[in-house]
């Protein structure tokens, strides 16, 4: 996963906005969109960046084929392939249309110094939304092509994770960030860390009114990854969460292993 997706993170459910702002410190991520299209949100944009960013490091290419169908990508999202006004493909089509249509705003500020830099996701794609039989695969064809800004954010220094547990988190956005964050801060964390409420409310759920709604929400995202990664040490107080130090769920040899793949 893309570093600046990992520090902030996109909204849980559709924010009915055309900005959307999180913060870590002293980095901000701000999220434009058309009016017309809305932001990207929930589960479906955050596997579709995780394919890509790990497609991109794979091939260490800005264009991307999806596949040889449009089912077997789905599959490789852990989506399944069905139709009509709630089926995946209706949301994969609409997630994708907002992710790609979206601007971001990555800033850090202190008291001395400024910086930041703003991107898309990808310069143009051509997506055929048909259902295709596996004899007919190959034909599909569909591309994107990823932003000089982005492909270099993502290879320059991407976060090792396991889409296969994003896959069995996917129900829940809060978890896939959890777990990308958590991976992230194990792979540089050197003692036990205390990160306060208000602090978490900030990066991963802005949008909840009451501090007592996130804390019973997070809680309840750690208890599943930590399912997933149960070599994770964070510990839930009164005032927030300790981390402590422990092995990157992904580690360098695995890391090698999964990109080839």
């Known amino acids: 996963m893309a570093r600046s997706m990992t520090l902030c993170t996109l909204p849980h459910s559709d924010p009915k906005a055309q900005e959307f702002i999180r913060r870590n410190g002293d980095y901000t991520m701000t999220m434009l969109a058309p009016k017309a299209i809305g932001l990207p949100y929930g589960s479906i944009p955050r596997l579709l960046l995780a ?6 490091t794979r091939t260490g290419n800005r264009v991307l084929v999806l596949g040889g169908s ?8 852990g989506l399944t ?24 705003q990555c800033n850090y500020s202190t008291s001395h110094h400024d910086s930041g830099m703003t991107f898309h996701f990808v310069d143009d794609y051509s997506i055929w939304w048909h259902p295709q039989a596996e004899e007919h695969a190959g034909t599909w064809r569909s591309t994107l092509t990823l932003s000089e800004k982005f492909f270099n954010e993502i290879t320059q220094s991407p976060v090792p994770i396991d889409i296969r547990v994003l896959k069995a988190l996917k129900r829940s956005p809060m978890a896939l960030d959890l777990y990308i964050w958590l991976t992230f801060r194990n792979s540089y964390l050197k003692k036990t860390t205390l990160i306060t409420w208000q602090q978490l409310q900030m990066q991963f759920g802005a949008e909840y009114a009451r501090t007592d709604n996130f804390k019973m929400k997070f809680n309840d995202a750690k208890r599943k990854v930590s399912i997933m990664y149960p070599d994770a040490k964070i510990k839930s107080t009164l005032n927030g969460i300790l981390i402590s130090p422990c092995k990157p769920h992904i580690s360098k040899s695995g890391r090698k292993k999964l990109l080839k793949t």
């Open 70 to 77: 449009l089912s077997k990508f789905m599959r490789e999202l």
């Open 51 to 56: 394919w890509i960013s790990s497609e991109a």
């Open 81 to 104: 392939p069905t139709g009509g006004e709630k089926g995946d493909i209706t949301r994969l089509r609409d997630q994708m249309r907002r992710l790609f249509a979206c601007s971001i």
